[in-house]
T-cell receptor, first 114, second 112 residues
């Protein structure tokens, strides 16, 4: 089974801090994704990557950056955390061939910015 | 990706079949229909996908209308563990878009 592991289930940080969220997948997937999930808004895509060192903006990239130095690892960075970035963050991966390849999700990181 | 419309919530009794509808009237010929579900405190989980023909797997069945403007996810015998939010999304093979759009989904309540 595919395993997508997010480094923390719960995280509390302070306004203005630089925050790193880490995601690792063990199935050699080309594509990796970062979403945030908020009540009433569903999942919104922040960034995705289709190869090492490649990235594309999703629907809500403002205030975030990403890093993919190795195929199995995709990091989400909050450059200067703000309270409106308090959310559930979900990482996913999939094989290339995007239209009919399912995404595999981690269990999420619930981030609180105080 | 084209939009989908799902009811906000549905209820079922345990061990009864559940039919979860999804409307996608603007679907294109190259859109795949994917279903995911999200259990409480977990990330979404892939359930099933299809293009034109009905599909079955160990988790569920997917019935696709002949005109492809709607589809139905069928859980043959609901259990308490099936209580989750179910998402219907479209993925376009031709448009080059990597981005699947998850709406609010349908919250399924299963009564013992």
């Amino acid at each position: 089974d595919v395993k997508v592991t997010q480094s923390s289930r719960y995280l509390v940080k302070r306004t203005g801090e630089k925050v790193f969220l880490e995601c690792v997948q063990d199935m050699d997937h080309e594509n990796m994704f970062w979403y945030r999930q908020d009540p009433g808004l569903g999942l919104r895509l922040i960034y995705f990557s289709y190869d090492v060192k490649m990235k594309e903006k999703g629907d809500i990239p403002e205030g975030y950056s990403v890093s993919r130095e190795k195929k199995e690892r995709f990091s989400l960075i909050l450059e200067s955390a703000s309270t409106n970035q308090t959310s559930m963050y979900l990482c996913a991966s999939s094989l290339a061939g995007y239209s009919n390849q399912p995404q595999h999700f981690g269990d999420g990181t619930r981030l609180s910015i105080l | 990706d084209a939009k989908t419309t799902q009811p906000n919530s549905m209820e079922s009794n345990e061990e009864e079949p559940v039919h979860l509808p999804c409307n996608h009237s603007t679907i294109s010929g190259t859109d795949y229909i994917h279903w995911y579900r999200q259990l409480p405190s977990q990330g979404p989980e892939y359930v099933i996908h299809g293009l034109t023909s009905n599909v079955n797997n160990r988790m569920a069945s997917l019935a696709i209308a002949e005109d492809r403007k709607s589809s139905t996810l069928i859980l043959h015998r609901a259990t308490l563990r099936d209580a989750a939010v179910y998402y219907c999304i479209l993925r376009d093979v031709g448009g080059g878009s990597y981005i699947p759009t998850f709406g609010r989904g349908t919250s399924l309540i299963v009564h013992p």
